[in-house]
């Protein structure tokens, strides 16, 4: 693993269904983030952790979860998923909490129908 | 509320500079990024200033007034790999960023 790894790359899910979007680093980063891009707004921060441990809410957490098991994972999940959360999702991390630039994995694109 | 304003769309020609402008009004100041974002790809760092004045980077510069809530991305000797989306980002008195929408750059031959 060089960098983030996302998983899975693309998803078709039926409302309702849960889904664990996965992210993994392998940067010994502390910092960790979860986005939603969509079509004409910035990017919008839905979850975060600043170390293992511990996770915040962004700017549009509703309807997601995440966890920090450890420094590495990062995972965001749609316990119920609906036609709104349709998107495309990036993983990033940072080497502090405030530092460093954040370093971006390759997106999941889930379409919710 | 806070809020990050950058154009939409822009064109510029193969060779020549273009600027991108960024304005922000965001609760606390610790920083502006630049980001890179080719279509169906990651956004990627280019730039970060916490102090005004002018940023340079080879062909790209970027440049911060923090009275002015203000910031631009200059881009010189443009190539056709230069046609992406740039992404305009404040870190905030939280330490998170907060994204501007982005500017999708078209480059014509």
């Known amino acids: 693993i060089a960098g983030i790894t996302q998983a899975p790359t693309s998803q078709i899910l039926a409302a309702g269904r849960r889904m664990t979007l996965r992210c993994t680093q392998d940067?010994?980063?502390?910092?960790m983030y979860w986005y939603r891009q969509d079509l004409g707004l910035g990017l919008r921060l839905i979850h975060y952790?600043?170390?293992?441990?511990?996770?915040g809410k962004g700017e549009v957490p509703d309807g997601y979860s995440v966890s920090r098991a450890n420094t590495d994972d990062f995972p965001l999940t749609l316990a119920s998923a609906v036609p709104s959360q349709t998107s495309v999702y990036f993983c990033?991390?940072?080497?502090?909490?405030?530092?460093?630039?954040?370093?971006f994995g390759p997106g999941t694109r889930l379409t919710v129908l | 509320g806070q809020n990050i304003d950058q154009p939409t769309e822009m064109t510029a020609t193969e060779g020549a500079i273009v600027q991108i402008n960024c304005t922000y009004q965001?609760?606390?100041?610790?920083?502006l990024f630049w980001y890179q974002q080719h279509a169906g790809e990651a956004p990627t760092f280019l730039s970060y200033?916490?102090l005004d004045g002018l940023e340079e980077k080879g062909r790209f510069s970027s440049f911060l007034s923090r009275s002015k809530g203000y910031s631009y991305l200059l881009l010189k000797e443009l190539q056709m790999k230069d046609s992406a989306s740039y992404l305009c980002?404040?870190?905030?008195?939280?330490?998170?960023?907060?994204w501007g929408a982005g500017t999708k750059l078209i480059i014509k031959p």
């Open positions: 990033a991390s940072s080497g502090g909490t405030g530092g460093n630039e954040q370093f």
């Open positions: 940067m010994r980063h502390n910092a």
């Open positions: 952790s600043n170390t293992a441990g511990t996770t």
């Open positions: 965001t609760s606390g100041f610790n920083g």
């Open positions: 200033n916490v």
């Open positions: 980002a404040v870190r905030d008195s939280n330490y998170q960023l907060i």
